[in-house]
């Protein structure tokens, strides 16, 4: 579909394949992305790259045809790159490697995009989930989302959320968690502090001395360690 094209063309664009991006454009204008019932082949695979009368086409299982599959964007992403590959005179078998390399990202930058999307869930057990899944994959990429997620409503979304900063570490985060100074919650603002401990720099320093203004003796002692 229109909508599996755009997708896999805007994961590709992140990931910097910008020639695959461009031959996935070419095969969709002329109609060589196909998804041929599951059968044969597909009984093994997902998708493959198909070579025949000098034409190449891209094909996924009908199975995973519709863009919310969890496979359709992997697959269209790993046959594009190794299409690509291909054509540029790589073997097949370095070429489904490398493929495979840039599925993997593409993989990771959907986990991403999906735990994101879930810290806004209406469900707070679903968003503390999110920052917790978050914080296992590490990437620095949802700082922003994870910041604003410092002023959740609920304050076991909030302390995990603060728990992820603090494994993230980027500076980036360093003014929300400021502002998080001021949360009602106790073990909020004393990750908060252990957050802008790991960070480092001035204005993260500023940060702590704030909180050595704190109303709990454990997070004005742990102001001052840090400092």
Request: without cysteine; neutral net charge.
């Amino acid at each position: 579909s229109n909508e599996a094209i755009a997708k896999a063309k805007e994961v590709l664009e992140t990931l910097g394949q910008h020639d695959s991006v461009e031959l996935l454009a070419v095969l969709a204008r002329n109609n060589r992305v196909r998804a041929p019932p599951a059968q044969g082949v597909f009984a093994h695979v997902f998708g493959t790259v198909y070579v025949d009368a000098r034409k190449l086409w891209v094909l996924i299982s009908e199975d995973i045809k519709n863009v919310s599959h969890p496979e359709n964007t992997p697959t269209i992403v790993h046959e594009v790159v190794e299409a690509n590959l291909r054509m540029r005179g790589f073997k097949i078998n370095e070429a489904h490697t490398r493929a495979e390399a840039i599925e993997a990202l593409a993989r990771k930058n959907l986990k991403i995009e999906q735990e994101l999307s879930s810290l806004k869930h209406k469900d707070a057990f679903v968003r503390k989930w999110a920052a917790r899944n978050l914080r296992k994959i590490g990437d620095n990429r949802a700082v922003e989302g994870l910041v604003a997620a410092l002023k959740d409503e609920n304050k076991n979304v909030r302390q995990d959320v603060a728990w992820t900063l603090i494994k993230i570490g980027d500076s980036r985060a360093v003014e929300g968690l400021i502002a998080a100074l001021r949360d009602e919650d106790t073990v909020v603002r004393s990750r908060v502090v252990d957050a802008l401990e790991n960070i480092g720099g001035n204005r993260a320093i500023e940060g702590l001395i704030i909180a050595l203004k704190d109303e709990n003796a454990g997070i004005r002692r742990s102001a001052i360690e840090a400092l």
